[in-house]
T-cell receptor, first 115, second 113 residues
């Protein structure tokens, strides 16, 4: 979805390096999410933010940190990358729903390889 | 937390046949169930969703059914076409847990021309 962009799209780094993945959205949504996708494991939630002042840990937050710089920007950092953080990372956004459920819109993903 | 199981992990069908993917969930408070399609090199894209106040929803060749008692929901694709080939993910969420999505592990669907 062009409304949700991620940079970089691909990244190779070495163990111990600090890495930042960035996400921007033009959908005007308040809620943003970071997921990790591994083969056979589906998508797992790392962190999520319901507004600029709100940050919450997801299912697998260890080894990651996030920053919500503005409504439209949500960054994911790996302070000291390790090989088992090699994965496909997705950013998503959603709006405050009217009733049950909120559709999430995903970016194109960042493929990260940690050597 | 919620646990979503998805079957099968791979599915091959002949073009024109139907495909069915099934998911079960554990949290009876879950009330929103989206299905996403992920094509190679792209992010997941919503194709259909269902809320707990309905039992079935259709959109052209795609339908989703929900059985709240049994805690399972299914995706049905009729008259499959080669462009339906992709990985499909189900998910469940609940307003009780901040509307977090819990995803199934995905089904790789191949439609054979």
């Amino acid at each position: 979805d062009a409304d949700v962009t991620q940079t970089p799209r691909n990244r190779i780094t070495k163990t111990g390096k600090r890495i930042m993945l960035e996400c921007s959205q033009t959908k005007g949504h308040d809620r943003m999410y970071w997921y990790r996708q591994d083969p056979g494991l589906g998508l797992r939630l790392i962190y999520y933010s319901f507004d600029v002042k709100d940050i919450n840990k997801g299912e697998i937050s260890d080894g990651y940190s996030v920053s919500r710089q503005a409504q439209a920007k949500f960054s994911l950092s790996l302070e000291s990358a390790i090989p088992n953080q090699t994965a496909l990372y997705f950013c998503a956004t959603s709006d405050i729903g009217q009733g049950i459920g909120e559709t999430q819109y995903f970016g194109p993903g960042t493929r990260l390889l940690v050597l | 937390g919620e646990n979503v199981e998805q079957h099968p992990s791979t599915l091959s069908v002949q073009e024109g046949d139907s495909a069915v993917i099934k998911c079960t969930y554990s949290d009876s408070a879950s009330n929103y169930f989206p299905w996403y399609k992920q094509e190679l090199g792209k992010g997941p894209q919503l194709i259909i969703d269902i809320r707990s106040n309905v039992g079935e929803k259709k959109d052209q060749r795609i339908a989703v059914t929900l059985n709240k008692t049994a805690k399972h929901f299914s995706l049905h694709i009729t008259e499959t076409q080669p462009e339906d080939s992709a990985v499909y993910f189900c998910a469940a969420s609940s307003s009780n847990t901040g509307n977090q999505f819990y995803f199934g592990t995905g089904t790789s669907l191949t439609v054979i021309p």
